[in-house]
């Protein structure tokens, strides 16, 4: 999966959720910057980032080593 597709997965979940990004940045403890970086597709997220996003969002991250 790249990163604009992990952007697109949170966004999609956080609006379903009914979440703005500073919500969920707040319930997160991500900056709302990286929030707003990682929906964008841009940035690099480290795994502890994109798993308290996970957590809030009730998402699944699944890391595959090729």
Do not use: C, F, W, Y
């Amino acid at each position: 999966m790249t990163i604009e597709e992990i952007g697109i997965t949170i966004r999609k979940r956080r609006d379903l959720k009914g979440l703005t990004q500073q919500e969920l940045a707040d319930m997160s403890g991500v900056h709302l910057r990286s929030i707003n970086t990682i929906e964008s597709g841009k940035g690099n997220p480290s795994i502890g980032t994109l798993l308290k996003i996970a957590l809030v969002l009730n998402l699944e991250i699944i890391v595959r080593v090729e």
